[in-house]
């Protein structure tokens, strides 16, 4: 069983970026990619960034590559933190931001499209207003 909280949403203007934290505690973190999705008010939940179990492959959707950037620090194998670093934040970047987790056999690769996840967190608002 994992548990997974976000940190670090808030209030930010067009152009400006976002640092978004998720503290993963629970044992074998070693086999579970992490996650991070998004909703945005009257849309479907977006698969938006990923990182692998093990190493540091990364994969981005479409809508966010180049302006953010997935990190992971890893103190043991029952507690990591994730990062989601957001730059040049637009209008259509507003959402609820959640941190999820899957545990795979295929640890050093994630994709983040028509996955289910094991573990969610309870997700960190990000407000993009100027």
């Known amino acids: 069983q994992l548990q997974l909280v976000e940190s670090g949403g808030g209030l930010v203007q067009p152009g400006g970026s976002l640092r978004l934290s998720c503290a993963a505690s629970g044992e074998g973190l070693d086999w579970d990619a992490i996650f991070w999705f998004r909703q945005a008010p009257g849309k479907e939940r977006e698969g938006i960034s990923c990182i692998s179990a093990i190493g540091s492959n990364t994969h981005y959707a479409d809508s966010v590559k180049g302006r953010f950037t997935i990190s992971r620090d890893s103190r043991d194998n029952a507690s990591v933190s994730v990062y989601l670093q957001m730059n040049d934040l637009g209008l259509e970047d507003k959402a609820i931001y959640y941190c999820?987790?899957?545990?795979?056999?295929?640890?050093?690769?994630?994709?983040?499209?028509?996955?289910?996840?094991?573990?969610w967190g309870k997700g960190a608002l990000v407000n993009v207003s100027s």
């Open positions: 999820a987790a899957k545990s795979t056999f295929v640890r050093t690769w994630c994709d983040v499209g028509g996955q289910s996840m094991d573990f």
